[in-house]
């Protein structure tokens, strides 16, 4: 399901790709732990869509589990976690919102 979404995203079919993000994670939080790598994939692939929909108020608090749980997984320093924490600073950004602090935890 998660692949058909994403698939969809990618072809710029937002409204039919939603659904299937949403279903997909919701599988997952209730088969896997939060913190399983593949839920947190679900949870970016979504947080994705939403920010690429314009939604930034419910994309940011996804990329702030994803952190959280990565940070948890890999470590503050991992490329997966930096990646996750670049990316939440450019959602902040495009808000208006300060990012400065989560560069500081990343330092």
């Known amino acids: 399901i998660n692949n058909l979404g994403r698939l969809l995203q990618c072809k710029g079919d937002i409204a039919a790709a939603e659904p299937l993000c949403r279903e997909a ?50 470590g503050s320093q991992h490329p997966s976690t930096l990646a996750i924490t670049i990316k939440l600073c450019m959602l902040l950004k495009k808000k208006g919102a300060a990012a400065e602090q989560l560069l500081r935890e990343a330092d």
């Open 25 to 74: 994670l919701e599988g997952l939080r209730e088969t896997l732990d939060g913190r399983h790598p593949n839920t947190l994939i679900s949870i970016n692939i979504l947080s994705t869509l939403l920010q690429n929909k314009g939604d930034l108020a419910a994309a940011e608090p996804l990329l702030r589990e994803v952190l959280e749980g990565l940070r948890e997984l890999a």
